[in-house]
Each structure stands twice: as C-alpha cells, then as structure tokens.
C-alpha cells in the first residue's frame, strides 16, 4: 500500500498556471504506476497523467496533451503535474493515484487501488 498526500491546489484565472505535487510513501525502492486523476461534479473520474516510477513513458489523457506535464522529484519522494494554460473546464478536484501491481501503467482509474484525499483546482474565465 502507499500513502498518498497531495498539494498546490487553488483558484487560478483561465490561461494561468499551478503545479501539484503529490508525496508518497513509498518511492525509492519501488517502481509502479502512479499518477493523476480529476473529477469534476457530475461527470466522472477521470485521467489526467500518468507514469511507473523510474520510467521516461508518461502517458496523457487529451485534456492534457500540450498543457500539463508529468515529472519526478526522486529526492523528495514526489510526482509533480505542471498544469499550464488553465481552462475553467479543468476545474475539478485532483487526485493522486497510484498502484503496485499494475503491469501496464494507463488512465483507468478503475486500476488505481492507492488514492490521496485530492486537491481542489479552479479555475475562473
């Protein structure tokens, strides 16, 4: 199991930028799937990034092809999503997920069996 603790949520305006990081607890000695969800009120949960630790291959759902980039802080135990050009439809609650047993790292958050507390995104036009 790992614990997830996500951050760096908040209100930005439409064409702004934020950048969530997500800490986990078991990092170092580990690689599996881990990456970022979103949900929005009535619509559901769905993905954002995702990347196995250690790995280069990171994969995008549409939404965030050419705004949002994935990266790693291997010393502090962290997955990072540089969110870009912000639209008000990317406002939704963000959740850290990740997985051991994965054995192919996708955007199906049905995968996902580890999940954070999720951090708020909004973003106004």
């Known amino acids: 199991q790992v614990q997830l603790v996500e951050s760096g949520g908040g209100s930005v305006q439409a064409g702004g930028s934020l950048r969530l990081s997500c800490a986990a607890s078991?990092?170092?000695?580990?690689?599996?799937?881990m990456g970022w969800f979103r949900q929005a009120p009535g619509k559901e949960r769905e993905g954002v990034a995702t990347?196995?630790?250690?790995?280069?291959?990171?994969y995008y759902g549409d939404s965030a092809k050419g705004r949002f980039t994935l990266s790693q802080d291997n010393a502090q135990n962290t997955l990072l999503l540089q969110m870009n050009s912000l639209k008000p439809e990317d406002t939704a609650m963000y959740y850290c997920?990740?997985?051991?047993?994965?054995?192919?790292?996708?955007?199906?958050?049905?995968?996902?069996?580890?999940w954070g507390q999720g951090t708020q995104v909004t973003v106004s036009s």
């Open positions: 078991r990092y170092t000695y580990s690689t599996y799937c």
């Open positions: 990347v196995r630790l250690g790995g280069d291959s990171v």
């Open positions: 997920a990740a997985d051991l047993s994965l054995r192919y790292c996708n955007l199906r958050a049905s995968g996902y069996k580890d």
